[in-house]
């Protein structure tokens, strides 16, 4: 019997209900709602359940813990936790154009570092951050590559933001390692964990290389030195213990040298985790290394399947360069997705915001002109014109299961998961091939297609022509 029929079951005991008047209710017959109790038969649907919370009169909380136990009755524990680690991720990554990080100040101050030649061991936490938040300054000061292999849990992360401070430039090549586990624990929970704090050090630093190898991470912890945590540059080196409640500083030549040859050694071994390109240009390229997409997944459509030549040339503010280079993609995206298996997915709210001010999030501010009421009307008619012939997939997505208005994921058919995120200073793209990583978010969108929170192509037209209609009597001032 599964954890849902127990909660069934519990639930019909307790509401003096019996089996054959609730069936009634339900509009099922007995037997079925019998093996559905005992665990036999699975429910017909999620509106069943819905009904059953009602009838039975549960409260909110149980009505969530009942309807969850449902999800996971369909797909298993494994599955459904993956699925809402990859949406608890969605959501950190949406977080992460929300933040300042040129406010950020250091809680440490400059302190003394090791003469040259002298190691020094350091047994308070803080004290240790200190020394070593001034070796990262002088390393930086000096343009020294920064070697760094450290799993990046949270207090990791929240020390490299304050020791990134002034950062000048200079190179951080970080290593680390992705589990291979299998089940409760391994791979598809650590990984899923691990990569919104790497995604925000991308973000934050143009000249961050994560790389990654792999293991299973329990047994690397086990098995690595005392001290596997380092952090080496031309002239320092850092080690520590996993908890870097301790560590040593030193500036001997011979220890920093050895630690340089041990990063190196290793890093031979890992892939890179992202590729990381800045500004309009970045997302630009060449129209011939533009990737194959299953889904792109905004908050807002992608109005460059719509756009034409003449909206180029008159509405975005970018040189005559860049403006070829948008036409050479737009017309090889236009041409590549007409009537493929391809979706663009958006919110209706989004859609909405759109009609309403005339913004496009998916591009900066800077390089267009807002879209005037009557070329936001054409938008939409286009796009539903698009979606009735097949030749654009437009779709429509629950809110709640979207990314929020600074970050766009796009799934490529070659196996990377792209995402855009839109940062105060900028846009940022950072492409992810690692392969937990890309089945994880795949089958969460196809979790989302098969459950509706992604609607059907014919849902998501009704929306649209009902917001085209709203806007069409807002022009025209009819009530």
Known sequence: MSRFSELLKGYTDRSGVSVAALSKRCGIDRTTLHKIISGERRPPNEDFVVNLCQILMLS????????????????????????????????????????????LKSPFAIGDLPKNGVTNLYLEKHELFRRLYSANVEAFENKSIVRIIA?????????????????????????????????PGGANDYNLELFPRVCELSAMYGNYRPMFYYDRVESHINESSLLPVLAVSDNFMF????????????????????????????EKKCY????????ISGMLGNGR?????????????????????????????????????????????QQRYAGREYSNIFTENGLIYFMKTGVISELPERVYNIVPPERRLYALRKMIECSEKG??????????????NNLRINIGEEGTVHFVMRLRTGLVFLAVSEHSM?????????????????????????????????????LSGSP
């Open 60 to 103: 909110a909380t149980e009505r969530d813990t009942f309807l969850e136990q449902y999800e996971i009755s369909l797909v298993g524990d494994d599955l459904y936790r993956r699925r809402r680690n990859v949406k608890a991720m969605i959501e950190k990554l949406s977080e992460v154009g929300e933040k300042e990080y040129s406010a």
């Open 151 to 183: 799993q990046p849990d949270d207090d990791f992360v929240d020390f490299m933001r304050y020791a990134f401070g002034y950062y000048k430039g200079s190179e951080i090549r970080h290593i680390f390692c992705l589990d291979n586990s299998t089940g």
């Open 239 to 266: 080690r520590a213990p996993c908890d870097v409640q301790s560590g040593i500083i030193s500036r001997n030549q011979i220890a920093v040298d050895y630690s340089v040859s041990q990063f190196d050694k290793l």
């Open 272 to 279: 890179p985790l992202i590729v990381r390109a800045d500004d």
């Open 289 to 333: 290394d533009y990737h194959d997409y299953l889904y792109t997944i905004d908050v807002q459509p992608s109005f460059i399947l719509l756009a034409t030549e003449v909206g180029v040339q008159n509405n975005m503010n970018l040189s005559q360069e860049q403006k070829n280079i948008l036409l050479e993609r737009m017309k090889f995206v």
């Open 391 to 404: 030749v654009y997939d437009f779709r429509l997505i629950d809110g709640d299961c979207a990314p929020k």
């Open 438 to 474: 890309r089945i994880a978010v795949e089958d969460y969108v196809t979790s989302l297609i098969e459950s509706g929170k992604i609607y059907s192509r014919e849902r998501s037209v009704s929306i649209m022509k009902r917001i085209l209609s709203a806007a069409e009597r807002e």
